[in-house]
Nanobody, 121 residues
Framework: QVELVESGGGLVHAGDSLRLSCKGS??????MGWFRRAPGQEREFVSA????????AYADSVKGRFTISGDNAENTVYLQMNSLKPEDMAIYYC????????????????WGRGTQVAVSS
């Protein structure tokens, strides 16, 4: 059983930064990802990383502003979000791929409960 707990959300102004954390417990997984769901919209992929560090992926909308990293010793994945925009406002979810799905943007089978990010203009 894998459990994921997100933290680090909050209310910031446009241009500010936030760092989200996702701590996992349980059996090892292959990759960790971040997704987000804005009000009235579908959930979308944000970023992902494999635990061996070989692969990362970013949505075009966050490239150059967000950075994903993992701490194997702490079983924690971070999402550093810089230059936040009002359109980044959403509930951010952490997810885990128990085994490789061949695609870092899909195939996640464990989900956290989410952390809210609000960005004022």
């Amino acid at each position: 059983q894998v459990e994921l707990v997100e933290s680090g959300g909050g209310l910031v102004h446009a241009g500010d930064s936030l760092r989200l954390s996702c701590k996992g417990s349980g059996r090892p997984t292959y990759a960790m990802g971040w997704f987000r769901r804005a009000p009235g919209q579908e959930r979308e992929f944000v970023s992902a990383v494999t635990w061996n560090g070989d692969y990362t992926a970013y949505a075009d909308s966050v490239k150059g502003r967000f950075t994903i990293s993992g701490d194997n010793a702490e079983n924690t994945v971070y999402l550093q979000m810089n230059s936040l925009k009002p359109e980044d406002m959403a509930i951010y979810y952490c997810a885990a791929q128990s085994a490789s799905s061949g695609n870092l943007q899909s195939g996640y089978d464990v989900w956290g409960r989410g952390t809210q990010v609000a960005v004022s203009s």
